[in-house]
Protein backbone atom coordinates (compact mmCIF):
# COMPACT_ATOMS: atom_id res chain seq x y z
CA UNK A 1 0.00 0.00 0.00
CA UNK A 2 0.90 3.83 -0.26
CA UNK A 3 2.86 5.74 2.34
CA UNK A 4 0.68 7.82 3.99
CA UNK A 5 2.41 10.51 4.21
CA UNK A 6 4.49 11.10 1.08
CA UNK A 7 1.79 9.83 -1.12
CA UNK A 8 4.73 7.28 -3.35
CA UNK A 9 4.16 4.07 -4.73
CA UNK A 10 5.41 0.97 -3.13
CA UNK A 11 7.50 -2.04 -5.09
CA UNK A 12 4.58 -4.51 -4.30
CA UNK A 13 1.90 -2.36 -6.35
CA UNK A 14 4.32 -1.94 -9.63
CA UNK A 15 4.48 -5.66 -9.45
CA UNK A 16 0.63 -5.74 -9.21
CA UNK A 17 0.42 -3.62 -12.51
CA UNK A 18 -0.39 -5.60 -15.72
CA UNK A 19 2.36 -6.64 -17.86
CA UNK A 20 3.16 -4.12 -20.77
CA UNK A 21 2.88 -7.52 -23.17
CA UNK A 22 -0.30 -8.02 -21.47
CA UNK A 23 -1.24 -4.39 -21.71
CA UNK A 24 -0.96 -4.36 -25.76
CA UNK A 25 -3.56 -7.15 -26.17
CA UNK A 26 -6.41 -5.13 -24.21
CA UNK A 27 -8.87 -3.49 -26.74
CA UNK A 28 -9.25 0.08 -27.13
CA UNK A 29 -12.63 1.09 -25.63
CA UNK A 30 -14.41 3.74 -27.38
CA UNK A 31 -17.63 5.58 -25.99
CA UNK A 32 -20.67 6.34 -28.16
CA UNK A 33 -21.86 4.99 -31.34
CA UNK A 34 -22.51 8.21 -33.31
CA UNK A 35 -20.64 9.41 -36.09
CA UNK A 36 -17.18 9.98 -34.80
CA UNK A 37 -17.16 7.18 -32.54
CA UNK A 38 -18.06 4.56 -35.21
CA UNK A 39 -15.43 6.20 -37.80
CA UNK A 40 -12.79 5.32 -34.46
CA UNK A 41 -13.90 2.22 -34.79
CA UNK A 42 -13.62 1.93 -38.53
CA UNK A 43 -10.02 2.86 -38.16
CA UNK A 44 -9.25 0.94 -35.38
CA UNK A 45 -10.20 -2.50 -37.47
CA UNK A 46 -8.15 -1.05 -40.57
CA UNK A 47 -5.33 -1.11 -38.46
CA UNK A 48 -5.99 -4.40 -36.77
CA UNK A 49 -6.86 -3.44 -33.24
CA UNK A 50 -9.37 -4.69 -30.96
CA UNK A 51 -12.24 -2.68 -30.13
CA UNK A 52 -15.14 -2.22 -27.98
CA UNK A 53 -17.73 0.69 -28.91
CA UNK A 54 -19.60 1.27 -26.07
CA UNK A 55 -23.07 3.21 -26.80
CA UNK A 56 -24.85 4.64 -23.49
CA UNK A 57 -29.06 4.43 -26.14
CA UNK A 58 -30.93 1.49 -26.74
CA UNK A 59 -29.67 2.09 -30.60
CA UNK A 60 -26.48 3.63 -32.27
CA UNK A 61 -26.40 7.32 -32.91
CA UNK A 62 -28.76 7.55 -29.69
CA UNK A 63 -28.45 11.12 -29.64
CA UNK A 64 -28.34 12.09 -33.48
CA UNK A 65 -31.50 10.22 -32.95
CA UNK A 66 -32.99 13.34 -31.28
CA UNK A 67 -32.82 15.38 -34.38
CA UNK A 68 -33.30 13.01 -37.08
CA UNK A 69 -36.05 15.05 -38.58
CA UNK A 70 -33.38 18.07 -39.15
CA UNK A 71 -31.04 18.32 -41.90
CA UNK A 72 -27.46 18.88 -41.63
CA UNK A 73 -25.41 21.95 -43.60
CA UNK A 74 -22.88 19.10 -45.13
CA UNK A 75 -23.17 17.45 -47.64
CA UNK A 76 -22.94 13.73 -48.08
CA UNK A 77 -19.50 13.83 -49.58
CA UNK A 78 -18.23 15.88 -45.70
CA UNK A 79 -20.06 13.19 -43.77
CA UNK A 80 -18.65 9.82 -44.69
CA UNK A 81 -15.39 8.74 -43.04
CA UNK A 82 -12.85 7.37 -45.27
CA UNK A 83 -12.14 4.54 -43.35
CA UNK A 84 -15.58 3.67 -42.78
CA UNK A 85 -16.35 4.25 -46.56
CA UNK A 86 -13.87 1.24 -47.17
CA UNK A 87 -15.07 -1.21 -45.10
CA UNK A 88 -18.50 -0.49 -46.44
CA UNK A 89 -17.54 -0.48 -50.29
CA UNK A 90 -15.59 -3.75 -49.25
CA UNK A 91 -19.05 -5.52 -48.10
CA UNK A 92 -20.76 -4.09 -51.04
CA UNK A 93 -22.42 -0.93 -49.92
CA UNK A 94 -23.21 2.37 -52.22
CA UNK A 95 -22.84 5.85 -50.90
CA UNK A 96 -25.45 7.84 -51.56
CA UNK A 97 -25.24 11.11 -53.70
CA UNK A 98 -22.48 12.57 -52.45
CA UNK A 99 -23.92 16.42 -53.12
CA UNK A 100 -27.49 15.61 -50.98
CA UNK A 101 -27.78 16.78 -47.22
CA UNK A 102 -28.98 14.42 -45.23
CA UNK A 103 -31.22 14.32 -42.47
CA UNK A 104 -30.08 12.84 -39.32
CA UNK A 105 -32.53 10.06 -39.94
CA UNK A 106 -30.51 9.18 -42.96
CA UNK A 107 -27.50 9.97 -41.73
CA UNK A 108 -28.00 6.73 -39.47
CA UNK A 109 -29.96 4.37 -41.65
CA UNK A 110 -28.08 5.29 -44.70
CA UNK A 111 -24.28 5.22 -43.39
CA UNK A 112 -23.80 4.22 -39.55
CA UNK A 113 -26.41 1.35 -39.10
CA UNK A 114 -24.85 -0.44 -42.14
CA UNK A 115 -21.34 0.11 -40.55
CA UNK A 116 -22.28 -0.71 -36.91
CA UNK A 117 -23.39 -4.30 -38.58
CA UNK A 118 -20.20 -4.89 -39.96
CA UNK A 119 -18.81 -4.84 -36.40
CA UNK A 120 -21.10 -7.12 -34.73
CA UNK A 121 -20.99 -7.76 -30.97
CA UNK A 122 -17.58 -4.86 -30.58
CA UNK A 123 -20.70 -2.35 -30.73
CA UNK A 124 -22.63 -2.48 -26.90
CA UNK A 125 -25.25 -0.67 -26.81
CA UNK A 126 -27.19 0.21 -23.70
CA UNK A 127 -23.57 0.31 -22.34
CA UNK A 128 -23.44 3.83 -20.48
CA UNK A 129 -20.15 4.42 -19.03
CA UNK A 130 -20.33 6.21 -15.60
CA UNK A 131 -16.37 6.27 -14.98
CA UNK A 132 -13.38 6.07 -16.28
CA UNK A 133 -9.99 4.92 -14.30
CA UNK A 134 -6.73 3.22 -13.79
CA UNK A 135 -6.74 -0.11 -12.53
CA UNK A 136 -5.90 0.18 -9.03
CA UNK A 137 -4.75 4.12 -9.39
CA UNK A 138 -6.11 7.22 -8.47
CA UNK A 139 -5.29 10.46 -10.47
CA UNK A 140 -2.40 10.79 -7.38
CA UNK A 141 -0.61 8.20 -8.03
CA UNK A 142 2.25 8.35 -10.79
CA UNK A 143 4.74 5.47 -10.60
CA UNK A 144 4.03 2.79 -13.32
CA UNK A 145 0.66 4.65 -13.95
CA UNK A 146 1.07 4.54 -17.93
CA UNK A 147 1.77 0.74 -17.58
CA UNK A 148 -1.22 0.23 -16.36
CA UNK A 149 -4.67 -0.50 -18.02
CA UNK A 150 -7.84 2.12 -18.16
CA UNK A 151 -10.78 0.58 -15.86
CA UNK A 152 -14.28 1.54 -17.38
CA UNK A 153 -17.04 1.47 -15.16
CA UNK A 154 -20.92 0.91 -16.60
CA UNK A 155 -23.63 1.85 -14.96
CA UNK A 156 -24.92 -2.02 -13.88
CA UNK A 157 -21.70 -2.26 -12.10
CA UNK A 158 -19.22 -3.84 -15.06
CA UNK A 159 -15.41 -3.29 -15.41
CA UNK A 160 -13.65 -3.18 -18.29
CA UNK A 161 -10.37 -3.10 -18.90
CA UNK A 162 -8.88 -1.16 -22.00
CA UNK A 163 -5.11 -0.41 -23.55
CA UNK A 164 -6.84 2.73 -24.35
CA UNK A 165 -9.97 5.11 -24.47
CA UNK A 166 -11.39 7.45 -27.17
CA UNK A 167 -14.90 9.05 -25.85
CA UNK A 168 -16.95 10.25 -28.42
CA UNK A 169 -19.55 10.78 -26.18
CA UNK A 170 -20.61 14.09 -27.33
CA UNK A 171 -22.23 16.71 -25.05
CA UNK A 172 -25.82 16.57 -26.49
CA UNK A 173 -27.09 15.14 -23.02
CA UNK A 174 -25.52 18.48 -21.58
CA UNK A 175 -27.06 21.21 -22.47
CA UNK A 176 -26.18 25.17 -21.23
CA UNK A 177 -28.78 26.63 -19.00
CA UNK A 178 -31.44 28.78 -19.96
CA UNK A 179 -30.34 31.57 -17.55
CA UNK A 180 -27.98 33.96 -18.73
CA UNK A 181 -24.28 34.30 -17.18
CA UNK A 182 -23.97 30.72 -17.16
CA UNK A 183 -26.16 30.13 -13.97
CA UNK A 184 -29.41 28.82 -14.41
CA UNK A 185 -32.46 31.10 -14.50
CA UNK A 186 -34.39 31.58 -11.03
CA UNK A 187 -37.16 29.19 -11.31
CA UNK A 188 -35.09 27.19 -13.88
CA UNK A 189 -35.82 24.12 -12.47
CA UNK A 190 -39.76 23.99 -11.71
CA UNK A 191 -40.77 24.67 -15.59
CA UNK A 192 -40.68 22.37 -17.92
CA UNK A 193 -38.28 23.63 -20.76
CA UNK A 194 -37.25 22.07 -24.34
CA UNK A 195 -33.77 22.06 -25.45
CA UNK A 196 -32.54 22.45 -29.12
CA UNK A 197 -34.15 21.23 -32.25
CA UNK A 198 -37.74 19.78 -31.44
CA UNK A 199 -39.97 18.13 -33.84
CA UNK A 200 -42.26 20.68 -34.53
CA UNK A 201 -43.35 19.91 -37.55
CA UNK A 202 -44.00 15.88 -36.68
CA UNK A 203 -44.26 14.45 -33.38
CA UNK A 204 -44.08 17.47 -31.38
CA UNK A 205 -46.63 19.08 -33.61
CA UNK A 206 -49.62 19.19 -31.00
CA UNK A 207 -47.03 20.64 -28.48
CA UNK A 208 -46.40 23.86 -30.35
CA UNK A 209 -49.48 24.63 -32.77
CA UNK A 210 -51.35 27.58 -31.30
CA UNK A 211 -48.81 27.95 -28.70
CA UNK A 212 -47.15 31.14 -28.10
CA UNK A 213 -43.43 30.47 -27.87
CA UNK A 214 -40.37 31.40 -26.51
CA UNK A 215 -37.05 30.31 -28.30
CA UNK A 216 -34.03 31.75 -26.69
CA UNK A 217 -30.69 31.14 -28.59
CA UNK A 218 -28.52 32.58 -31.44
CA UNK A 219 -27.50 29.59 -33.17
CA UNK A 220 -28.49 27.54 -35.58
CA UNK A 221 -29.99 25.22 -33.79
CA UNK A 222 -32.43 28.26 -32.88
CA UNK A 223 -32.79 29.26 -36.45
CA UNK A 224 -34.08 25.50 -37.01
CA UNK A 225 -36.52 25.75 -34.53
CA UNK A 226 -37.70 29.20 -35.58
CA UNK A 227 -38.15 28.28 -39.40
CA UNK A 228 -40.36 24.98 -38.91
CA UNK A 229 -42.55 27.24 -35.78
CA UNK A 230 -42.71 29.72 -38.50
CA UNK A 231 -44.92 26.92 -40.93
CA UNK A 232 -47.69 26.58 -38.04
CA UNK A 233 -50.54 28.69 -38.71
CA UNK A 234 -51.84 31.42 -35.58
CA UNK A 235 -48.20 30.40 -33.69
CA UNK A 236 -46.85 33.75 -31.92
CA UNK A 237 -43.18 33.38 -31.95
CA UNK A 238 -40.88 35.16 -30.09
CA UNK A 239 -37.22 35.02 -30.50
CA UNK A 240 -34.80 36.30 -27.47
CA UNK A 241 -31.08 36.55 -28.08
CA UNK A 242 -28.45 38.68 -25.73
CA UNK A 243 -26.59 40.05 -28.18
CA UNK A 244 -27.95 43.99 -29.53
CA UNK A 245 -28.76 42.39 -33.48
CA UNK A 246 -28.72 39.09 -34.87
CA UNK A 247 -26.24 39.58 -37.58
CA UNK A 248 -23.74 36.84 -36.42
CA UNK A 249 -27.23 34.36 -36.58
CA UNK A 250 -28.00 35.40 -40.13
CA UNK A 251 -24.77 34.62 -41.13
CA UNK A 252 -22.87 35.04 -44.58
CA UNK A 253 -26.28 34.38 -47.01
CA UNK A 254 -25.04 33.35 -50.62
CA UNK A 255 -21.39 34.10 -49.73
CA UNK A 256 -21.60 30.65 -47.10
CA UNK A 257 -19.82 27.77 -48.86
CA UNK A 258 -22.36 26.17 -47.17
CA UNK A 259 -25.37 27.32 -49.36
CA UNK A 260 -28.07 25.56 -46.56
CA UNK A 261 -26.41 27.63 -43.82
CA UNK A 262 -26.67 30.70 -45.58
CA UNK A 263 -30.23 29.85 -46.84
CA UNK A 264 -31.31 29.54 -43.14
CA UNK A 265 -30.26 33.11 -42.36
CA UNK A 266 -31.61 34.42 -44.67
CA UNK A 267 -35.20 33.10 -44.76
CA UNK A 268 -34.83 33.58 -40.62
CA UNK A 269 -33.88 37.70 -41.79
CA UNK A 270 -37.13 37.84 -44.00
CA UNK A 271 -39.39 36.24 -41.30
CA UNK A 272 -37.95 38.43 -38.47
CA UNK A 273 -38.34 41.72 -41.10
CA UNK A 274 -41.71 40.69 -42.14
CA UNK A 275 -42.91 40.66 -38.16
CA UNK A 276 -43.95 36.91 -38.56
CA UNK A 277 -41.21 36.46 -35.59
CA UNK A 278 -40.41 39.06 -32.71
CA UNK A 279 -37.32 39.52 -31.58
CA UNK A 280 -35.97 40.53 -28.65
CA UNK A 281 -32.36 41.49 -28.48
CA UNK A 282 -30.18 42.34 -25.25
CA UNK A 283 -32.24 39.30 -23.47
CA UNK A 284 -30.51 38.02 -20.38
CA UNK A 285 -33.07 35.62 -19.12
CA UNK A 286 -33.34 36.13 -15.05
CA UNK A 287 -35.64 34.61 -13.97
CA UNK A 288 -39.24 32.20 -15.13
CA UNK A 289 -42.40 31.58 -13.33
CA UNK A 290 -45.63 30.18 -13.99
CA UNK A 291 -48.75 32.53 -13.85
CA UNK A 292 -52.33 32.47 -14.95
CA UNK A 293 -51.39 33.92 -17.91
CA UNK A 294 -48.53 31.53 -18.87
CA UNK A 295 -44.79 30.91 -18.40
CA UNK A 296 -43.41 34.61 -17.46
CA UNK A 297 -39.60 35.02 -18.62
CA UNK A 298 -37.76 38.29 -17.47
CA UNK A 299 -34.39 39.59 -18.54
CA UNK A 300 -32.25 41.47 -16.54
CA UNK A 301 -29.21 42.98 -18.52
CA UNK A 302 -26.14 44.01 -16.43
CA UNK A 303 -27.12 47.39 -16.36
CA UNK A 304 -30.31 46.42 -13.88
CA UNK A 305 -32.75 46.97 -16.73
CA UNK A 306 -35.22 44.37 -17.34
CA UNK A 307 -38.08 43.63 -19.43
CA UNK A 308 -40.51 40.10 -19.91
CA UNK A 309 -42.50 38.06 -22.23
CA UNK A 310 -45.06 35.58 -21.26
CA UNK A 311 -45.26 32.57 -23.49
CA UNK A 312 -47.29 29.11 -23.23
CA UNK A 313 -43.67 27.41 -24.51
CA UNK A 314 -39.69 27.95 -24.31
CA UNK A 315 -36.97 26.30 -26.78
CA UNK A 316 -33.87 26.63 -25.04
CA UNK A 317 -31.55 26.36 -27.94
CA UNK A 318 -28.12 27.79 -25.83
CA UNK A 319 -25.51 25.29 -26.87
CA UNK A 320 -23.94 22.56 -25.31
CA UNK A 321 -21.24 22.14 -22.83
CA UNK A 322 -19.10 19.14 -22.32
CA UNK A 323 -19.18 16.83 -19.08
CA UNK A 324 -15.94 15.77 -18.03
CA UNK A 325 -17.45 13.90 -14.91
CA UNK A 326 -16.71 10.27 -16.17
CA UNK A 327 -13.09 11.27 -16.17
CA UNK A 328 -12.56 12.71 -13.37
CA UNK A 329 -10.04 10.47 -11.98
CA UNK A 330 -8.25 10.83 -15.21
CA UNK A 331 -5.21 13.50 -15.58
CA UNK A 332 -6.83 15.87 -17.66
CA UNK A 333 -5.12 19.31 -18.81
CA UNK A 334 -8.54 21.18 -19.79
CA UNK A 335 -8.37 24.75 -21.46
CA UNK A 336 -10.23 27.11 -18.66
CA UNK A 337 -12.59 28.91 -20.84
CA UNK A 338 -13.56 26.17 -23.42
CA UNK A 339 -13.04 23.28 -21.47
CA UNK A 340 -11.46 21.52 -24.33
CA UNK A 341 -7.69 20.59 -24.39
CA UNK A 342 -5.56 23.17 -23.74
CA UNK A 343 -3.87 22.76 -26.64
CA UNK A 344 -6.67 22.91 -29.20
CA UNK A 345 -8.17 25.93 -27.33
CA UNK A 346 -6.72 28.64 -29.66
CA UNK A 347 -7.39 26.68 -32.56
CA UNK A 348 -11.22 26.40 -32.22
CA UNK A 349 -11.96 29.41 -30.62
CA UNK A 350 -15.45 31.01 -31.56
CA UNK A 351 -14.16 34.65 -30.87
CA UNK A 352 -11.60 33.37 -33.36
CA UNK A 353 -12.87 31.27 -35.90
CA UNK A 354 -15.57 29.67 -37.90
CA UNK A 355 -16.02 25.93 -38.50
CA UNK A 356 -14.46 26.63 -41.90
CA UNK A 357 -11.25 28.15 -40.81
CA UNK A 358 -10.43 25.69 -37.64
CA UNK A 359 -6.55 24.00 -38.52
CA UNK A 360 -6.22 20.40 -39.18
CA UNK A 361 -5.57 19.01 -35.35
CA UNK A 362 -4.97 15.70 -34.35
CA UNK A 363 -3.68 13.66 -31.47
CA UNK A 364 -1.12 15.94 -30.81
CA UNK A 365 -3.46 18.55 -30.03
CA UNK A 366 -5.94 15.77 -28.38
CA UNK A 367 -3.67 14.73 -25.87
CA UNK A 368 -3.73 15.29 -22.12
CA UNK A 369 -1.28 14.10 -19.76
CA UNK A 370 -2.62 11.12 -18.91
CA UNK A 371 -1.62 9.00 -21.64
CA UNK A 372 -4.16 7.01 -23.99
CA UNK A 373 -7.11 9.03 -23.05
CA UNK A 374 -8.44 10.87 -25.98
CA UNK A 375 -12.09 13.16 -26.25
CA UNK A 376 -12.92 13.20 -29.75
CA UNK A 377 -15.53 14.62 -31.76
CA UNK A 378 -17.80 17.72 -30.16
CA UNK A 379 -17.07 17.08 -26.91
CA UNK A 380 -13.23 17.56 -27.45
CA UNK A 381 -14.14 20.96 -28.43
CA UNK A 382 -15.47 21.77 -25.17
CA UNK A 383 -17.74 24.70 -25.50
CA UNK A 384 -16.92 26.04 -28.89
CA UNK A 385 -19.75 25.79 -31.98
CA UNK A 386 -17.31 25.51 -34.41
CA UNK A 387 -17.05 21.30 -35.29
CA UNK A 388 -17.61 19.77 -38.27
CA UNK A 389 -18.36 15.42 -38.97
CA UNK A 390 -15.15 15.77 -41.39
CA UNK A 391 -13.02 17.37 -38.24
CA UNK A 392 -14.13 14.40 -36.37
CA UNK A 393 -13.17 11.89 -38.65
CA UNK A 394 -9.57 13.08 -39.23
CA UNK A 395 -9.01 13.55 -35.31
CA UNK A 396 -9.91 9.45 -35.36
CA UNK A 397 -8.13 8.69 -38.04
CA UNK A 398 -4.80 11.05 -36.19
CA UNK A 399 -5.97 9.28 -32.59
CA UNK A 400 -5.54 6.07 -34.19
CA UNK A 401 -2.70 6.12 -35.64
CA UNK A 402 -1.18 7.40 -32.58
CA UNK A 403 -2.51 4.64 -30.26
CA UNK A 404 -0.67 2.04 -32.68
CA UNK A 405 2.48 4.17 -32.38
CA UNK A 406 2.45 5.27 -36.22
CA UNK A 407 3.22 9.01 -35.06
CA UNK A 408 3.81 9.66 -38.76
CA UNK A 409 0.80 9.46 -39.78
CA UNK A 410 -0.70 10.76 -36.26
CA UNK A 411 0.74 14.01 -37.22
CA UNK A 412 -0.02 14.32 -40.55
CA UNK A 413 -3.23 15.77 -40.55
CA UNK A 414 -4.84 16.94 -43.55
CA UNK A 415 -8.33 18.68 -43.64
CA UNK A 416 -10.71 20.39 -46.52
CA UNK A 417 -13.66 22.35 -44.92
CA UNK A 418 -16.67 23.83 -46.54
CA UNK A 419 -14.89 27.42 -46.21
CA UNK A 420 -12.66 26.33 -49.01
CA UNK A 421 -15.14 27.12 -51.84
CA UNK A 422 -15.48 23.29 -52.86
CA UNK A 423 -19.38 22.99 -51.90
CA UNK A 424 -22.13 24.09 -54.95
CA UNK A 425 -23.74 27.75 -54.80
CA UNK A 426 -26.93 25.73 -56.34
CA UNK A 427 -26.94 23.19 -54.01
CA UNK A 428 -29.52 24.52 -51.64
CA UNK A 429 -31.84 25.88 -54.59
CA UNK A 430 -31.26 22.24 -56.13
CA UNK A 431 -32.34 20.49 -52.88
CA UNK A 432 -35.11 23.02 -52.11
CA UNK A 433 -36.68 21.90 -55.67
CA UNK A 434 -36.30 17.89 -54.67
CA UNK A 435 -37.66 17.89 -50.81
CA UNK A 436 -37.92 22.02 -49.43
CA UNK A 437 -34.92 23.99 -48.30
CA UNK A 438 -32.25 22.48 -46.95
CA UNK A 439 -32.25 24.41 -43.47
CA UNK A 440 -32.54 21.82 -40.82
CA UNK A 441 -36.36 21.10 -41.84
CA UNK A 442 -36.96 17.80 -43.60
CA UNK A 443 -40.07 19.03 -45.81
CA UNK A 444 -40.59 22.41 -47.67
CA UNK A 445 -40.11 25.87 -45.36
CA UNK A 446 -42.39 27.76 -47.03
CA UNK A 447 -45.11 27.82 -49.50
CA UNK A 448 -44.20 30.98 -51.11
CA UNK A 449 -40.86 32.20 -51.41
CA UNK A 450 -39.63 34.86 -49.11
CA UNK A 451 -37.84 37.87 -50.76
CA UNK A 452 -33.91 37.22 -49.85
CA UNK A 453 -32.38 39.42 -47.75
CA UNK A 454 -28.87 41.04 -48.49
CA UNK A 455 -26.54 39.97 -45.71
CA UNK A 456 -23.20 41.09 -45.15
CA UNK A 457 -20.20 38.23 -45.42
CA UNK A 458 -18.08 39.57 -42.99
CA UNK A 459 -21.28 38.29 -40.69
CA UNK A 460 -20.26 34.86 -41.07
CA UNK A 461 -21.69 32.68 -37.61
CA UNK A 462 -19.79 30.45 -35.95
CA UNK A 463 -22.02 27.95 -35.48
CA UNK A 464 -21.61 24.82 -38.04
CA UNK A 465 -24.98 22.72 -37.49
Excluded at 101 to 130: C, H, M, N, Q, S
Excluded at 166 to 179: E, K, Q, R
Aim: aromatic share 6%; proline share 6%.
Amino acid sequence: MSDGCCSTTTPLELEQTVPTGELGLLPVVVIGAGPVGLAAAAHLAERGQDFLVLEAGDQIAASVVQWGHVRVFSPWTYNIDAAARRLLEAAGWTAPDADWLPTGAELIDDYLAPLAELFGPRVRLGAKVTAISRLGYDRVRTNGRDDTPFLVRLQDGEELLARAVIDASGTYTSPNVLGASGLPAHGEATIEIDHALPDVLGADRDRYEGKHTLVVGAGHSAATTLLALAQLESTPITWAIRAAGAGRTYGGGEADALPARGALGTRLRAHVDAGRIRLLTGFYTHRVAATAEGIEVVSRDPSGAEQSVTVDQIVSATGYRPDHSIAAELRLDLDPVLGSTRQLAPLIDPNQHSCGTVPAHGADELSHPEAGYYAVGVKSYGRAPTFLMATGYEQVRSVAAAIVGDWEAARDVQLDLPETGVCSSNLAEAQEKRVGLATGISGGLLDTPLPLATVSASAGSSCCG
